[in-house]
């Protein structure tokens, strides 16, 4: 777990977003209408709590950007990256729900490939490895019967292994424990927000990560720190 000096001060996290449409020649519209690649997070937003353009990653999917849009996500046992590059000031978020594929598949569901797709993409946009550093986020034991198989430790062990064995340094992190959180990530500056949620949302939140477990979709009330 994370230590005193990853924990600033809180802040008031915003209530659920309000939408607005998308104007034409807007920065909204464009990432509307810009064609995406496989796995890449299409749901884009208005925030009106943050009055920016926000963009939600469902489970299974990434996403790179080189402005302070809101990247945003909600996680039970899955996880999410935060990889930032300091000096190109870029940044990316992915969101996945196991280690690995053991059938050899190729899906950003599972960890192994989630990572490989985010690093790729970012130095595809000119990031470099060895200015990358990590956020990472998730991994909490709330889905009543799986307890027994520990899903949130082993997708926490594997990404701090798997960022290990790159030399990508964790600056910060939020994991294990037995919350739900909602993670919002700003990829030009690398801050990252967290919040813990209340107990009510974990029957949602559940439900939906069994649901991408097979095949996917989205959930969202405690304390926020800022990272």
Same mark, same amino acid.
């Not at 999410?80 to 196991?98: K, P, Q």
């Not at 053991?102 to 490939?113: D, E, N, Q, T, V």
């Not at 029957?203 to 969202?220: G, Y």
């Given at each position: ?109 599972? !960890? ?5 797709? /985010?690093?790729?993409?970012? =130095?595809?946009?000119? @990031?470099?490895? +060895?200015?990358?550093? &990590? ?54 500056? !690398? ?5 813990? /949620?209340?107990?009510?949302? =974990?029957?949602?939140? @559940?439900?939906? +990560?069994?649901?991408? &477990? ?14």
């Amino acid at each position: 777990m994370q230590t005193p000096s990853m924990r600033p001060a809180a802040v008031p996290f915003p209530p659920p977003s309000a939408l607005r449409p998308a104007t034409p020649g807007s920065r909204l519209e464009r990432l509307k209408t810009a064609p995406r690649k496989t796995g890449e997070a299409s749901f884009f937003f208005y925030d009106a709590h943050f009055r920016n353009d926000a963009c939600k990653v469902l489970p299974g999917e990434f996403f790179v950007y080189d402005e302070d849009i809101l990247v945003m996500t909600t996680l039970g046992s899955c996880i999410a990256a935060c990889l930032w590059d300091r000096d190109r000031r870029i940044g990316g978020m992915n969101h996945f729900l196991l280690p690995n594929d053991r059938s050899g598949g190729a899906s950003g569901r599972y !960890g192994s490939f989630a990572m490989d797709l /985010l690093i790729g993409e970012l =130095v595809k946009r000119g @990031a470099r490895r +060895e200015s990358m550093e &990590a956020k990472v986020f998730g991994g909490g034991a709330v889905i009543s019967g799986m307890n027994t198989i520990n899903v949130g430790q082993q997708n926490t062990e594997f990404v701090l292994d798997y960022l290990k064995t790159e030399r990508i340094p964790v600056v910060s992190k939020d994991v294990l424990d037995i919350y739900p959180r909602k993670v919002c990530f700003l990829p030009a500056s !690398g801050k990252a927000m967290v919040k813990r /949620l209340a107990s009510a949302n =974990v029957e949602a939140l @559940a439900a939906q +990560e069994r649901a991408a &477990a097979t095949r996917t979709s989205p959930a969202s009330g405690g304390s926020v720190d800022l990272f």
